[in-house]
């Protein structure tokens, strides 16, 4: 069993997979890597700030009831997996379904359209769309 690790400007991540009947034995690898890490950041005049550590366990949904629900090692911390983590703008969920990273997508853009609404409503009535209803500021969308 490997573990895996990138260093990057402001992050590291520590990955590896196992079965799940290997999980404690992984646990004690990462924690030990994690140790080393750490070590490594601090002769480097670097600390790693183990509120911002999440820890995410990924696994088909026919094994999540399989996957450790138990904190992990982190320092002197204690850290409770998560069911979703952001990396690099993404987000990764416990199931690797990417329902999550859809979610926020989706919110993100009703957003979008609420603030460019919110605008609309503001400009004056010659300088809005010829199809907007003046009452609500609402579009007509059509096809040819």
């Not at 600390?47 to 320092?75: D, Y």
């Not at 009703?110 to 579009?139: E, Y």
Request: with cysteine.
């Amino acid at each position: 069993m490997a573990i895996n690790f990138e260093i990057g400007t402001l992050l590291f991540q520590i990955y590896s997979h196992c079965h799940p009947s290997d999980a404690s034995s992984l646990i004690q690898q990462v924690s030990v890597c994690i140790d080393e890490v750490s070590a490594w950041m601090k002769a480097n005049w670097l600390q790693l700030n183990a509120a911002k550590t999440e820890v995410l366990w990924c696994a088909s949904s026919r094994r999540q009831h399989q996957i450790p629900t138990g904190p992990v090692r982190v320092g002197d911390a204690l850290v409770s997996p998560v069911t979703a983590a952001r990396d690099l703008g993404v987000y990764i969920d416990a199931g690797v379904t990417m329902r999550t990273q859809v979610i926020n997508t989706v919110r993100a853009c009703f957003a979008a359209l609420r603030q460019i609404r919110s605008v609309t409503r503001s400009l004056p009535q010659s300088a809005r769309p010829a199809d907007s209803d003046p009452n609500t500021g609402h579009h007509q969308v059509g096809s040819v």
